[in-house]
């Protein structure tokens, strides 16, 4: 059975992402997804040869065929969108023409539906792009939402799906980089995962979209698992965490202090644990040691 790992926080900022690129680097080979695909950032510190890029179609966008249109300006009253508009009229027919905004049209039909000499068609909508790059730390999968689309979550099934081809082709695990948050990409990330790992850091933001976060992972059934990154810069607080996975009967697999030598490692584009072996690298080895020992007890009760 495939093993999917996904790695969430919160908010922004809580250092998943580096944690991530390290983890890749320890587990070796694995297959890693970088499913945050409205500002995916995994692809700069896991560097490799990245392929062409994969078309994404998220859904349909309407199209106004000029030739069939007879200017009954219909479709402009029942856009609710304010998607269509009156253009200026031609000089070869007098026909007043009709321009569809791309950007404020949300794809849903109707005025397709109620044209009457069916002059709009839905097209196939181009919502961003999807890449394989081979890395040396395993195959990366990631992605580039397009400027104001949507269906960020059906982006992020795509990406596992085709984790899951290749894992099953390969027996190798999945380690997942899911966005911040508790939003519908936060849940196409997790859902039907064997482990989830909350990075979260010791401040009341933090600890409130940690506790998010926690309901989520219990909604859907998903063992769970804490990292306390920067945890000295506020040891009452890192205490409070501590308490309530306690109180939830879950385990913090490590406790990591502040090190400046994570934004050293960003600049040189290179997982931490690559970078040094100084500093906090013992502390992300004993997280690498703790999750797969979680992973482990999974994989035979699976």
């Known amino acids: 059975m495939t093993r999917e790992i996904v790695v969430i926080s919160g908010k922004g900022g809580t250092g998943k ?37 994969n078309n994404f179609i998220g859904g349909k966008k309407a199209e106004i065929i000029p030739e069939v249109c007879n200017e009954c300006g219909l479709c402009t009253e029942y856009c609710r969108f304010g998607a269509i508009t009156e253009q200026d009229k031609t000089s070869k027919n007098n ?21 009457p000499v069916q002059a709009i068609k839905m097209k196939d909508n181009i919502s961003g792009e999807w890449f394989l790059t081979e890395t040396k730390y395993g ?20 990406l596992r799906k085709k984790a899951q081809e290749l894992a099953a082709d390969n027996n190798k695990q999945i380690i997942i980089d899911g966005p911040p948050g508790i939003g519908c990409p936060v849940i196409a990330s997790l859902t039907g ?25 219990r909604h859907f059934g998903i063992k769970t698992g804490i990292c306390v990154n920067k945890y000295d810069i506020n040891k009452n607080l890192a205490a409070s965490i501590e308490h309530i996975a306690a109180g939830k009967g879950l385990k913090v697999l490590a406790r990591i202090p502040y090190d400046s030598t994570f934004t050293q490692a960003q600049i040189k584009g290179m997982p931490y644990m690559e970078y040094t072996r100084n ?3 013992k502390h992300i080895e004993q997280l690498w040691q703790n999750l797969k020992e979680e992973i482990a007890v999974l994989k035979n009760i699976t």
Not at 22 to 49: E, M, R, W
Not at 142 to 151: E, K, P, V, Y
């Open 279 to 281: 500093g906090i690298s």
């Open 139 to 158: 195959p990366l999968l990631h992605a580039r939402l397009g400027i104001a689309q949507a269906n960020s979550g059906k982006l992020v099934s795509l």
């Open 17 to 53: 992402t580096s944690i991530v690129g390290s983890l890749a680097y320890l587990f070796k080979n694995s297959i890693i997804v970088d499913c945050d695909v409205d500002a995916a950032d995994l692809h700069l510190i896991l560097k490799g040869d990245t392929g062409t890029a």
């Open 95 to 115: 026909l007043i023409q009709y321009a569809i905004d791309e950007y404020a049209c949300e794809g849903c039909g109707v005025c397709s539906l109620f044209c």
């Open 193 to 217: 995962t064997n482990y989830a790992l909350i990075i979260t850091e010791p401040t009341l933001s933090a600890i409130h979209d940690m506790e998010r976060l926690l309901e989520l992972t």
